[in-house]
């Protein structure tokens, strides 16, 4: 072919564009192995396994070739004017070459951040990754501060550097002579027969590239690469940039509509009948504490329950923690509203779900929710107080708040300059120091409402200095989890020297979860089975409460607890009314679940049903479809109301 063979040189060049892309998106696709390795095991080991992962990441090529076809399709069309008007000016090939070299470039950069998202959020890269685009200093050094992301930076260099030379020598092979080269003058109209077919076979092939299957109702979707019933395979196959592109084009379609997921009015239906049917068996909380009684509220960051020894994990990583489980009333079947921190924020303290996709904090116009326990405290003539580690205008948060009941809010500005570690703010144990001096402050004859938002658990991970805990793990999230732990417990030895502990109630959930180990569903569990434990040993006798129950019902529980009529939430009592069922969201997908079923709609349409207490990957949703579309019902009336 360098020396004026069959192909013209134009369209050698693209070959091999396309054959260097696909084999960097194979060594991106590679990359997932080892990072979800538990999961990898798992699917060798049973029958049919590597069959699997063969047709994963055959489907991942089918998905490749997709981008890389469009990604070349205009350097065809721009190539092909060029051999028919015989273009051969330098200039022009070396504009082509590098815009080629760019757009490449920038489908590897998305591809080598989707494996750190991927591993974060079991979820390829789309566009809630761009949730936070308002604040860029803020997520530019949270991403700078953590190590790991630094080491994806220099692999992306240089994998970079890599494709830049391989692509020089496509270029210098098939390009940087056509000037020179001759025999171009001597076309022959059998010559221009042959590469016209050439050229128009070419043309169709990218057409059916970028449309990715030759059936005729539809082209490659989401759920195409959904084949099986493991949740990582049918992830695997998938291309981080389509995820992203088919997410932007969604988004733009639907952020100024509502959610239409059923008719809003059967919707409403459908939950005032399911509240009037939890409540019409009459049984009443006994009132257990005074109105006056103090609150303390914990949200830990990322503190899902597979971190945690009390709940199976076995890398006793939580001593503290297992303590108070131990010694609270624990309800040990709840589940967080999203698998954001803005989604646990809101759902923790407003008693309102987290609605797919939808920013529910990051408001022009700031409602004021009726319901929510720092406005409904207030009224009861609480002291209102916000604690977080870090900026309080990140996500609005701040705005929010103070809009909704917050009289005070201590955020990175309030705290000593040299404790500010990263752009997380302050560790952990400052801000319990800072809240229990702040407590000690209060006016002892007004209760108040304390929340607390801890970082340690996300990155940057950041170990702080001169503390007298000696983790035990290597690994730095693992040690994260120590130290977070042990900040609690040294919070809690600190509060019961105070005179206010014997009146205060001290309640922790976690913000969401987190993706650890293997999954056998596409939303796992982990992402939101949350701890929700309150602790009081002067005022609370423990026990466990195993009924269904979810973040939103915290604002509905306290109140119960402290005999404050609030019924203007989607929360209820759970342990005095029971649910039929939990629901929470994850972006694009919706999950349902009892004491046998797990449910899991995904907005590209495929559905699921699992019995996961015995992690049965079998998918039920053909045989059990009116269990589905029972708890479809359900999740879609409650998300519509």
């Known amino acids: 072919m360098q020396k004026g063979g069959f192909l013209p040189k134009q369209i050698a060049y693209l070959l091999w564009t396309y054959i260097i892309a696909i084999c960097f998106f194979f060594v991106f696709r590679l990359a997932i192995l080892p990072l979800n390795i538990e999961s990898i095991r798992e699917i060798l080991s049973e029958e049919g396994g590597i069959m699997l992962l063969f047709k994963a990441f055959f489907m991942g090529f089918r998905f490749d070739t997709l981008i890389s076809c469009f990604v070349l399709s205009p350097f065809l069309i721009s190539f092909l004017l060029a051999y028919y008007f015989k273009i051969r000016n330098r200039i022009f090939y070396k504009i082509n070459h ?20 991927f591993k974060y959020f079991f979820t390829r890269f789309n566009v809630q990754a761009f ?9 530019f050094k949270m991403i700078s501060q953590e190590p790991s992301y630094i080491i994806y ?3 992306f260099i240089a994998i970079i550097i890599l494709y830049s030379w ?13 000037k020179s080269n001759k025999t171009t003058e001597n076309r022959t109209a059998k010559t221009y027969i042959l590469n016209s077919l050439l050229f128009i076979l070419l043309i169709g092939l990218c057409f059916l590239g970028m449309r990715g299957r030759i059936e005729k109702k539809s082209p490659m979707k989401v759920g195409t690469a959904y084949f099986s019933n493991n949740p990582l395979i049918n992830q695997m196959g998938l291309n981080p940039n389509f995820t992203l592109i088919k997410s932007i ?31 019409s068996s009459g049984a009443k909380r006994e009132i257990l504490l005074e109105k006056n009684t103090n609150v303390v509220l914990v949200i830990m960051e990322a503190m899902g329950t597979c971190n945690i020894g009390y709940f199976g994990n076995e890398q006793n990583l939580t001593p503290n923690l297992d303590y108070l489980l131990n010694n609270s009333i624990s309800y040990e079947n709840v589940y967080t509203a999203g698998i954001h921190t803005y989604n646990g924020v809101y759902s923790t303290l407003f008693g309102q779900p987290a609605i797919l996709h939808k920013h529910s904090m990051n408001l022009t116009i700031i409602p004021k929710i009726e319901g929510g326990l720092p406005n409904v405290l ?23 708040l103070s809009a909704n009941g ?8 309030d705290y000593p300059k040299n404790e500010v570690k990263s752009t997380l703010g302050v560790s952990d144990h400052v801000m319990f120091d800072r809240a229990i001096e702040e407590l000690n402050s209060l006016d002892e004859t007004k209760p108040f409402f304390v929340t607390l938002l801890t970082s340690a658990n996300h990155g940057p991970y950041i170990y702080p200095d001169n503390i007298s805990l000696k983790p035990k793990s290597k690994d730095i999230k693992d040690k994260m989890i120590e ?3 042990w900040a609690i417990g040294k919070f809690i030895e600190k509060a019961k020297q105070t005179p206010w502990f014997d009146k205060t109630i001290f309640v922790f959930i976690a913000d969401h979860g987190a993706y650890k180990g293997s999954s056998d569903f596409e939303l796992p569990l982990s992402y939101n089975h949350t701890p929700f434990f309150i602790y009081s040993p002067t005022m609370l006798n423990p026990k466990k409460v195993e009924n269904i129950g979810l973040q939103i019902d915290v604002p509905a529980i306290i109140s119960a607890y402290l005999g404050i009529e609030n019924d203007k939430t989607l929360g209820i009592d759970f342990e005095t009314y029971p649910r039929s069922y939990g629901y929470f969201s994850a972006d694009d997908k919706l999950g349902v679940i009892d004491d046998e079923y797990y449910y899991i709609w995904n907005k590209n349409g495929k559905e699921y049903l699992y019995k996961y207490r015995t992690s049965d990957r079998t998918n039920y949703i053909n045989q059990k479809k009116d269990k589905a579309k029972q708890m479809q019902k359900y999740g879609f009336s409650m998300l519509m109301y």
């Not at 949730?131 to 997520?139: E, R, T």
């Not at 997921?261 to 239906?269: F, I, N, P, S």
């Open 153 to 155: 930076f220099f692999i």
């Open 131 to 139: 949730m936070w685009i308002d604040s860029p200093i803020f997520v």
């Open 378 to 400: 207030k009224e009861e003539g609480y002291k209102t107080i916000y604690f977080t580690t870090h900026d309080d205008q990140f996500d609005n948060i701040g705005g929010f």
């Open 483 to 485: 130290y977070s732990d």
């Open 166 to 178: 391989l692509m020089f020598s496509n270029y210098k092979r098939f390009l940087s002579n056509i």
């Open 98 to 117: 590098y815009a080629l070299v760019v757009l490449f470039s920038l489908c590897f950069a998305i591809c080598c951040i989707d494996i750190p998202y």
């Open 249 to 279: 084009e969604e988004k733009s379609k639907q952020d100024n509509k509502p959610l239409n997921l059923m008719d809003k009015a059967e919707a409403k239906a459908f939950v005032d009948e399911e509240f009037r049917r939890m409540k």
């Open 406 to 413: 917050v009289e005070r809010i201590i955020s990175v500005k």
